[in-house]
């Protein structure tokens, strides 16, 4: 089993900066792609930002130049640095990852969420 706990969401200006950070805890074997999602109120949920366990990166057209991911892999954390926010990357930002259990199994695992509201 797997969890995900972010931290880091909460108010800002337009304009403002938030780091997020994502920790993987529990027993597997290993972390995979580990990335960051959002949902806005009425809309589906989108990808943001993903980093393979290489470093490999890849963004949405929205946040790209913007925002960065990176990723500690001896913590299995995930970061999130947003610069540069609008009003529109309001959301709620979910974490999430693929793991190997303990079983040889891959699974997908999300975070509870953390809100993230920009101001304008």
């Known amino acids: 089993q797997v969890r995900l706990v972010e931290s880091g969401g909460g108010l800002v200006q337009a304009g403002g900066s938030l780091r997020l950070s994502c920790a993987a805890s529990g027993t597997f074997f290993r972390i995979n792609d580990m990335g960051w999602y959002r949902q806005a109120p009425g809309k589906q949920r989108e990808l943001v930002a993903v980093i393979t366990s290489g470093g490999s990166t890849n963004y949405a057209d929205s946040v790209r130049g913007r925002f960065a991911i990176s990723r500690d892999n001896a913590k299995n954390t995930v970061y999130l640095q947003m610069n540069s926010l609008k009003p529109e990357d309001t959301a709620v930002y979910y974490c999430?990852?693929?793991?190997?259990?303990?079983?040889?199994?891959?699974?997908?695992?999300w975070g509870q969420g953390t809100q993230v509201t920009v101001s304008s």
């Open positions: 999430n990852t693929r793991a190997l259990t303990l079983q040889f199994q891959w699974y997908e695992y």
